[in-house]
């Protein structure tokens, strides 16, 4: 199974008041041509999809548009938030777009999205750990000791149903 893994896209990223909207918008073209001349069988996003929690309009508009053209592909999408997102904001509308094939974890409450995709040797279980911070994990887990991110991560990963009998990946983006 051949994946097409992108992160921290930034977009809506500022550099000395410049805006990097028209190189992003150049750099997404490409990831789509790889797509394409690649046969992938699915997209990775792996957090800081947008440069802040409240993105210009221009940003979400351009991701709009190249996940549009992803879902065109006939490819499944699966997406988390980063440190840099909004999980609630980015999540939004979430479960009409599964109709699409474009997967988006949900904001973190204990569990971590699974999704299944098969190919001729069998099931790759996808999981999706959204950007979390230690706060998060304690209010799911409040009898778990979580004293940093690595025990924060420890403990999500460790409430996973992974069956090592079959191919797991999990995406993440985290400190």
Do not use: C
């Not at 025990?151 to 009998?165: N, P, T």
Request: aromatic fraction near 10%.
């Amino acid at each position: 199974m051949k994946f097409i893994h992108i992160s921290d896209l930034h977009l809506g990223k500022r550099v000395n008041e410049f805006s990097m909207l028209e190189e992003q918008k150049y750099i997404l073209q490409q990831v789509l041509d790889t797509v394409q001349n690649e046969a992938a069988d699915a997209v990775l996003i792996a957090g800081d999809i947008y440069d802040k929690p409240v993105p210009p309009a221009e940003a979400v508009v351009m991701f709009d548009e190249f996940l549009t053209k992803l879902s065109q592909m006939k490819k499944p999408v699966f997406i988390i938030s980063g440190n840099h997102d909004s999980a609630e904001r980015l999540s939004f509308g979430s479960r009409i777009m599964e109709r699409a094939n474009i997967f988006i974890s949900p904001v973190y409450d204990g569990t971590i999205q699974k999704h299944t995709l098969k190919d001729e040797w069998g099931e790759v279980n996808i999981f999706m750990l959204p950007f979390i911070k230690p706060v998060n994990v304690r209010q799911a887990f409040p009898d778990e000791e979580i004293n940093g991110y690595t025990d924060a991560i420890a403990a999500a990963i460790s409430k996973m149903d992974v069956d090592e009998s079959k191919r797991n990946i999990i995406i993440s983006h985290q400190f």
